[in-house]
């Protein structure tokens, strides 16, 4: 069956993860405007991120898979194929905070950051992965971040995971590499999403400072562009890597990060 120009993922599944706010919604959000189906996940306002979804007129469903949890990952998978015929799309996008030194790091926080933004990963592509290679067809995405390429300070988890997370995209890339299957990763760098309004909230309280003027000192420490990427651009990129013109982009590392790395 030919695609529309206009809705090019007509047809298609898409699971993301934590997807109920921020880039996980955007995301959501410009599949849907592709004409993808979705199954949305997270711990948000699920009735509110479901409405914003079908009133681009393709169905939804909200499954609350724990993604720490294998199992209810695996049913999160299982829906997608039970409510729509199949699973297409994996966005792997999920992902909390924690901000400490090493020293002072909570062990159990560490271990809750590796499971959510790493091992999730792992355990959506181990369950997403036969359903894709069977149909033929699929794109696997995952949200890693700019801490997947270099450091900061007090993230080590974080920056842990997600340099996981690139690298299990290149292991994965290569493993379908002659398969109908891609898998890249796209490398936001700083996005105004809950997440993030909470460490410049944090960086205000802590130095007694506007928010205004804790948005700037964040970003002008970090991002050149001295701009916020949008989650619609992040949605723009993830649309892009289901097309053909992005088939042969396997186990890419798109950095939408204002110029961040290439300091």
Known sequence: MQQSPTLPLAGKTAVVTGSTSGIGLG????LAQAGANLVLNGFGDAQ????????????????????SRPDE??????????????????VNNAGIQHVESIEHFPPDRWDQIIAVNLS?????MRFALPIMREAGWGRVINIASVHGLIGSVGKSAYVAAKHGVIGLTKV????????????????????????????IDDLARRESISNEAATERLLGEKQPSA????????GGVAVFLCSQAASEMRGA???VDGGWVAQ
């Open 73 to 90: 990952i695996e049913a999160m998978t299982a829906c997608a194929v039970q409510r729509f015929g199949g699973l297409d799309i994996l």
């Open 227 to 234: 701009r916020f990427a949008s989650v619609e651009q992040i």
């Open 120 to 124: 999730a990963t792992f355990h959506a």
């Open 27 to 30: 995301i959501a959000t410009a």
């Open 253 to 255: 590392e798109i950095k």
């Open 48 to 67: 509110a991120a479901l409405a914003q979804i079908e009133a681009l007129g393709v169905q939804a469903v909200h499954h609350g898979a724990d993604m």
């Open 172 to 199: 994965a890339a290569l493993e379908t590499a002659r398969s109908g299957v891609t898998v890249n990763a796209i490398c936001p760098g700083w996005v105004l999403t809950p997440l993030v309004q909470a460490q």
